[in-house]
């Protein structure tokens, strides 16, 4: 399996082949299929995103009560998984100081 390396933007949801500008906040090597997997936790938590910014102009619904930001979180954790996984060690590294995995 041919692995490629690919510069991820988590704030963007960006994966790309060439780094331009600021899309480097984390280094992977994967496999087609595994960016294509990528791809598709970046669409779900941009799905809750925008489920939550709706929620957020209903005034009778807290923020702690709200499904779609559990969701968000949830995909967010499921993100910095995938990208641990398929990391340099600099990408583990960062993520383990961030903190993120933990529970």
């Known amino acids: 399996m041919d692995r490629d390396k690919y510069y991820i933007n988590i704030g963007t949801r960006e994966i790309s082949l060439n780094h331009d500008g600021n899309n480097d906040d984390f280094l992977i090597y994967a496999t087609k299929e595994e960016v294509i997997t990528l791809r598709e936790i970046f669409d779900e938590i941009y799905n809750s ?3 939550s910014f709706y929620r957020a102009h ?3 619904k807290p923020y702690h009560q709200d499904e779609d930001n559990d969701e968000s979180d949830m995909e967010m954790k499921h993100a910095f ?3 641990y996984d398929l990391g340099d060690e600099t990408t583990k590294n960062h993520i383990v100081e961030m903190g993120v995995l933990e529970d």
């Open 81 to 83: 998984q995938k990208i």
């Open 49 to 51: 995103d925008v489920r």
């Open 58 to 60: 209903v005034p009778f």
